[in-house]
């Protein structure tokens, strides 16, 4: 279980493998294993699994449907009749759920995570199925439909929200209340100061790049001024927005995301199973360790590496801001305050869907033989598609409300830079750097001082290789002629 053990464990399943046949005695040739990306990607980690498989781990798709089975026995044969039928409906719809949820963690496939359980991945997949169906049904309905279905879940829905205004009275130290100069700051501190933190923290251990991470939360904030004018609360003031946003709240969280991921990635990686372990210090230990990585593999994007990066690294910024934004303007059109429940679990859950999505999209950049996008990211690309489609159906004045002149200008210059830059770095700079290389190999420079090879040496261009060359052959030719 040493280092060694696991870098060369790592090193077989990447490499080749000698295949010995039993059957008629003589040893088969040796054979290359498939691909295997995330050992190739882990090589050099310190990883050790002694491959012991218990009844946790397999597969238990006979105990679920003989479960379910005496479930539906008991409801058909015991289970007294209610005659309430908005009782029934509803009931009807959470065991239509329940059942889809049920036989989706048995028969989906594995994702890319293993712990604490891959069982745990495959409802976060159903779950994601779930959402995209309930919205929908919801985008089937009106906007007034929608806020009563929103009322018939919880009573305290339906009904506008007080919007709170962050902008007013911008001034940080304000001279007028000197009993209190600091109020403007301290009114704007409020519970979502720890969401921003510790949901940055998290976003960094999904992205896992420092560039990555400050780029969308500057986007972001620059979002929230573009949309000031449709929604209200996105109007703060400009220490609010860089200090205590950019700086301080996403900073400190990106910052401690970072040295998470350097610990995730130097730490070791030594699997036993629990009762291979002879002290119950060291399986409760075990225990724990379930709710930790099975291993770590480091993302190392290369945005500007190959168009095809570059451009899905663009699509992987809009997305995230997408799915950021659509948390504001859902809760705007359905009427649903920001510390409801409904809102707090689709960020949880956004957490966990987006972690597979973007382990999904590495591997699809990254990995030659991977052909296709992840089911988990094609399914939260869907969602926030009609989580859009929702908004501005429900609200259509509001989301299309012109922007004003300067923001106009800004996104036209900023996006017409951006096509600029991409045009420069992947075409016309590798076209210009290829004409001059090919250039110093067809005339290469004259050493004058004596020391180099002479300008008799130098190869003579072909006469016909050229035109500018053909041309003055045919010059010279026609000169001496005369």
């Not at 809009?318 to 009427?335: G, H, I, M, S």
């Not at 950049?365 to 598609?385: F, M, N, R, S």
């Not at 004596?450 to 000169?479: C, F, I, K, N, W």
């Amino acid at each position: 279980m040493d280092v060694k053990k696991g870098k060369m464990r790592a090193k077989k399943e990447a490499s080749l493998f000698s295949n010995h046949s039993s059957s008629n005695g003589q040893v088969a040739q040796e054979m290359e294993t498939a691909h295997d990306w995330e050992a190739y990607k882990n090589i050099d980690k310190d990883f050790f699994d002694d491959g012991t498989m218990t009844f946790f781990w397999r597969a238990h798709r006979l105990t679920a449907l003989i479960m379910f089975s005496l479930v539906l026995v008991y409801v058909a044969l015991w289970e007294g009749a209610n005659n309430d039928s908005d009782y029934n409906a509803k009931r009807g719809i959470i065991a239509v759920i329940l059942a889809f949820v049920l036989f989706g963690v048995t028969i989906t496939p594995d994702g890319p995570f293993r712990r604490p359980h891959p069982a745990v991945w495959r409802l976060m997949l159903v779950l994601s199925i779930v959402y995209e169906l309930c919205l929908v049904f919801l985008l089937f309905q009106t906007v007034d439909d929608a806020r009563r279905l929103m009322r018939s879940l919880d009573d305290r829905l339906g009904r506008p929200l007080p919007e709170k205004d962050y902008g007013g009275n911008c001034l940080l130290y304000d001279t007028g209340r000197p009993n209190d100069p600091f109020h403007n700051f301290w009114d704007k501190i409020d519970v979502f100061v720890s969401v921003h933190f510790f949901g940055w923290w998290l976003k960094t251990l999904i992205l896992r790049d420092w560039w990555l991470c400050m780029v969308i939360s500057v986007m972001f904030e620059v979002i929230e001024y573009t949309l000031e004018h449709q929604l209200p609360n996105f109007s703060e003031c400009w220490w609010d927005h860089w200090l205590m946003d950019v700086l301080v709240c996403n900073g400190l969280g990106i910052l401690l995301g970072m040295m998470t991921l350097n610990y995730l990635s130097m730490k070791p990686y030594h699997w036993r199973g629990m009762w291979n372990i002879p002290s119950y210090r060291g399986k409760l230990t075990r225990i724990l360790k379930q709710f930790t990585p099975y291993v770590w593999t480091d993302f190392d994007w290369r945005p500007t590496s190959s168009l095809k990066r570059w451009l899905s690294m663009l699509c992987i910024v809009v997305a995230f801001l997408l799915a950021e934004l659509n948390t504001f303007t859902l809760k705007f059109v359905l009427w649903i305050p920001p510390s409801h429940f409904l809102c707090l679990s689709r960020l949880l859950f956004f957490l966990f869907w987006g972690a597979v999505s973007m382990r999904e999209g590495f591997q699809f950049l990254d990995d030659p033989e991977c052909t296709k996008l992840g089911t988990q990211a094609c399914l939260v690309i869907a969602i926030i598609v009609t989580e859009i489609l929702i908004s501005l159906k429900f609200d259509w004045d509001t989301f299309t409300k012109p922007l004003p002149r300067h923001v106009s200008l800004f996104w036209i210059v900023g996006l017409a830079g951006l096509a600029i830059w991409t045009l420069w770095h992947f075409y016309l700079k590798r076209l210009i750097n290829h004409t001059e290389q090919k250039l110093k190999v067809d005339y290469p420079p004259v050493d004058r001082s004596g020391d180099g090879p002479s300008s008799s040496s130098r190869p003579v261009p072909v006469a016909g290789s050229d035109p500018g060359v053909r041309l003055r052959t045919e010059l010279t030719t026609t000169t001496k002629r005369a």
